[in-house]
């Protein structure tokens, strides 16, 4: 069975840094990575991608603040967080895309961003 925990969230002031972490078990051959978070009232959005190659992606909002990386040894995605805002705020979520067309979920670390 595959799972996907997500850890590295809690409460951070404005201007402070997170790093998340997904670990992901089970077999499952990982095509792309990606992390979404959800605010109260708002749909989940996108906020960055990285492939199997390495390529990464980012939502408009969080580019040069945020990066995901993977250490595909460790089956493991990692979202750095900096300068972050209060509307960063909300659960992360971890997904990934297998090469059998299967996704998975994990099921979300809470971020607070408030002085």
């Known amino acids: 069975q595959v799972q996907l925990v997500e850890s590295g969230g809690g409460l951070v002031q404005p201007g402070g840094s997170l790093r998340l972490s997904c670990v992901v078990s089970?077999?499952?051959?990982?095509?792309?990575m990606d992390w979404y978070r959800q605010a109260p009232g708002k749909q989940r959005e996108l906020v960055a991608l990285?492939?199997?190659?390495?390529?990464?992606s980012y939502a408009d909002s969080v580019k040069g603040r945020f990066t995901i990386s993977r250490d595909n040894a460790k089956n493991t995605a990692y979202l750095q967080m900096n300068s972050l805002k209060p509307e960063d705020a909300g659960s992360y979520y971890c997904?990934?895309?297998?090469?059998?067309?299967?996704?998975?979920w994990g099921k979300g670390t809470l971020v607070t961003v408030s002085s």
């Open positions: 990285i492939t199997s190659g390495g390529s990464t």
């Open positions: 997904h990934l895309y297998s090469y059998y067309g299967i996704d998975y």
């Open positions: 089970g077999s499952v051959s990982i095509n792309a």
